[in-house]
């Protein structure tokens, strides 16, 4: 069974580009959270997705950044514009389903994308 | 709203120590704390789960305990090895997400 798989592992974007990370979740998970950490931080949770639904999105920036979780197909966490600032390791996790339908509480992480923006 | 700290922020010690790395959080109402280890540039490996139900739990020279009322976690390692040399990163879940420290770098010197 693959564990959480993200691609790529490492991302060069030039200020003003897009950048685009993809997750795919564990085999049966359906539950899929992304986390940044900043250099010198700790891992920071942006967004909480469950296939084609966003749940929570208290931790990510107003501005730039959007997530999806398809149908069909991975995550995508996608940062518009991208500042130097965003130059961060993201993370991806995922969860299963308990049988009420909620997230079970233990996350599965992936080894994340390096983003580092010129 | 919920704050972990982990101290020390970095350890150093020889080889064959046994250490304890500490975690504590300000809210008790937690689901349950997670221990991770991260090497430098890789990914999150996940070292112990408590839920919050339990006080410890332990992986071969790993034990990891949980004081909930007191809001702390210490991570026990016996015998510590060079191999052991990584970020320690505390976890507590309680709600959506999974709240974590700033982690404790451990360097073991042989």
């Known amino acids: 069974n693959a564990g959480v798989m993200q691609n790529p592992r490492h991302l060069v974007r030039r200020r003003g580009q897009e950048a685009r990370l993809r997750c795919s979740p564990m085999?049966?998970?359906?539950?899929v959270y992304w986390y940044r950490q900043l250099p010198e931080e700790g891992l920071k949770f942006m967004v909480y997705?469950?296939?084609?639904?966003?749940?929570?999105e208290s931790g990510m920036p107003k501005e730039r950044f959007s997530a999806e979780f398809p149908k069909e197909g991975p995550s995508i966490l996608r940062i518009q514009q991208v500042v130097r600032g965003d130059s961060a390791a993201y993370f991806c996790?995922?969860?299963?389903?308990?049988?009420?339908?909620?997230?079970?509480?233990?996350?599965?992480f992936g080894a994340g994308t390096r983003l580092s923006v010129l | 709203k919920q704050e972990v700290t982990q101290i020390p922020a970095a350890l150093s010690v020889p080889e064959g120590e046994n250490l304890v790395l500490n975690c504590s959080f300000t809210?008790?109402?937690?689901?349950?704390l997670q221990w991770f280890r991260q090497d430098p540039g890789k990914g999150l490996t996940s070292l112990l789960l408590?839920?919050?139900?339990?006080r410890e739990q332990t992986s071969g020279r790993l034990n990891a305990s949980l004081d909930k009322s007191s809001g702390r976690s210490t991570l026990y390692i016996a015998a510590s090895q060079p191999g052991d040399s990584a970020t320690y990163l505390c976890?507590?879940?309680?709600?959506?997400?999974?709240?974590f420290g700033k982690g404790t770098t451990l360097s073991v010197s042989s």
């Open positions: 996790a995922s969860s299963p389903t308990m049988s009420g339908g909620q997230a079970k509480n233990i996350q599965y």
């Open positions: 976890a507590v879940g309680a709600g959506t997400a999974l709240i």
């Open positions: 997705l469950q296939k084609e639904n966003i749940i929570d």
């Open positions: 809210d008790s109402a937690i689901y349950n």
């Open positions: 085999k049966g998970h359906s539950h």
């Open positions: 408590i839920q919050s139900s339990q």
